[in-house]
């Protein structure tokens, strides 16, 4: 008897999270089964799971291809006929490419702006650039040095290619007060400007090319520097002849923070790059943008990193739709600053939470954009494990990539990368704090 009451208990326990989250699709699921009880290892395997972590709407490969197709039908005209390396001879007119570059920098507010297929390549293209007009002004093997903060992805994810590609050394800025936990990031600060001057104040004038900014800070949390820090780096590179770049990544995610348009977190810098498939959940793709001379060089320099594809037609396409769609035009969704008052409310409920705040801690405390870390008080696989019985036994799952924190510092043994897009911004702050507490409940269950 007491088995079956915590069976019923527990099925309705998820019912309600359910009703919370999707109202319609458990309502037709009790209704074609008579409004009869199910097992619950039935239900989570029938329904889909609810993604605390994931911000964007899960897609089939087919669904994306069929999306694709939809905006290319919406977006190009009857005249228009696919882009050939680049169009870069084209006109406005004659190229949807060319009209969606024009769209993005004028957004921005940079003379032009060129579409690249990662990241990773544009900027690399943007510190050759920088460096090369370096050379023309001081002489050969001048400016071969680029700064940046210790948490940038150049340094962490790029396999040192500014070394191995542009025969460029990186010079690092880290805060001038290091804490026991800043290898791990979980404390550090953004780049602030006394760290930037004390830097370049120690280098000759011709060493360093470019000073390069992430907003946000992605491996600190999205934290950002503060805006007047921006501008005042922005004096400083101007009176030193050093470009000044902006890793844009998640640049609709630091122009809600900053309460700024997007053309005015554009302006300080030289150069910018912004991403298509991480805050807005594209294919892949990215967009460089600067003058008109910058991008005219970044266009041969594509060329010759081998990214001028023959087309890029489905990246360009995916791209360009979902910017309108959540960024332009946005419906059905939330707004970038939607989505980062609701980080912040799920944020506080969470941290007020006596139970969840006893394992979990947020950096930065108060989210300064739509994506935080999350901080948990335990071992990777403790977590993992609470994971997986709350994802089977309810349909929930707290998060689908974890990292370890070495050190395990004050019980701290593992972290979560945690944003806020359309997906996982329709379900409630309720919801959240149901799931959250039955995660808790599981990993004191493991540790008893």
């Known amino acids: 008897m007491r088995v079956q009451s915590a069976r019923f208990f527990e099925v309705g326990c998820w019912m309600m999270l359910s009703l919370i989250v999707f109202p319609r699709t458990v309502a037709e699921a009790l209704a074609s089964n008579n409004a009869e009880i199910m097992n619950l290892s039935s239900i989570a395997k029938n329904k889909p799971i609810i993604d605390f972590q994931y911000p964007h709407e899960k897609k089939t490969p087919a669904e994306l291809m069929t999306s694709i197709s939809k905006s290319t039908s919406e977006l190009l005209k009857e005249s228009d006929d696919m882009d050939v390396y680049g169009d870069f001879e084209a006109t406005i007119d004659e190229s949807y490419l060319r009209r969606f570059e024009r769209e993005i920098s004028q957004k921005f507010g940079k003379e032009d702006a060129v579409f690249m297929p990662s990241g990773t390549m544009a900027q690399s293209i943007a510190l050759k650039i920088h460096k090369s007009a370096k050379e023309k002004k001081h002489g050969y093997g001048s400016g071969s040095v680029f700064a940046c903060h210790h948490?940038?992805?150049l340094l962490l994810w790029e396999e040192d290619a500014y070394s191995h590609l542009l025969g460029m050394d990186a010079t690092v800025v880290s805060s001038s007060v290091q804490t026991e936990q800043s290898e791990s990031y979980v404390y550090s600060d953004p780049m602030k400007f006394r760290d930037v001057k004390r830097v370049l104040d120690v280098h000759d004038v011709d060493e360093i090319s470019t000073l390069l900014?992430?907003?946000?800070?992605?491996?600190l949390g999205g934290k950002l520097t503060k805006w007047e820090e921006v501008l005042a780096m922005s004096t400083l590179c101007e009176d030193r002849g050093i470009s000044f770049h902006c890793d844009?990544?998640?640049?609709?995610?630091?122009?809600?923070?900053?309460?700024?348009p997007l053309h005015k977190v554009a302006e300080p810098f030289d150069s910018v790059y912004i991403s298509f498939y991480k805050g807005i959940g594209a294919m892949t793709g990215a967009m460089l943008m600067g003058s008109a001379e910058f991008c005219a060089e970044a266009r041969i320099w594509l060329c010759r990193f081998g990214g001028n594809l023959y087309s890029k037609l489905p990246y360009a396409i995916s791209c360009w739709g979902n910017y309108l769609d959540q960024v332009e035009n946005v419906k059905d969704g939330l707004t970038f600053q939607e989505k980062h008052a609701k980080m912040q409310k799920i944020v506080e409920a969470l941290s007020c939470n006596e139970k969840i705040s006893?394992?979990?801690?947020?950096?930065?405390?108060?989210?300064?954009?739509?994506?935080?870390h999350c901080f948990l008080?335990?071992?990777?696989?403790q977590c993992k494990q609470a994971n997986?019985?709350?994802?089977?036994?309810?349909?929930?799952?707290i998060f689908s990539r974890i990292r370890e924190v070495e050190g395990n510092s004050n019980g701290v043994g593992a972290y979560f990368e945690w944003s806020i897009g359309q997906a996982n911004g329709k379900i409630?702050?309720?919801?959240?704090?149901?799931?959250?507490?039955?995660?808790?409940?599981?990993?004191e269950s493991s540790n008893s």
Do not use: C, N
Request: no cysteine; glycine share 8%.
């Open 151 to 153: 948490t940038s992805h």
């Open 213 to 219: 900014i992430e907003l946000p800070h992605r491996e």
């Open 248 to 260: 844009g990544a998640r640049i609709f995610e630091a122009s809600a923070g900053y309460g700024l």
């Open 358 to 372: 006893k394992y979990v801690s947020f950096q930065p405390k108060i989210p300064e954009t739509s994506m935080v």
């Open 377 to 381: 008080k335990a071992k990777v696989d």
């Open 388 to 397: 997986d019985e709350i994802s089977q036994r309810f349909g929930v799952k």
């Open 428 to 443: 409630t702050e309720e919801a959240f704090v149901d799931g959250w507490t039955k995660f808790v409940d599981a990993l």
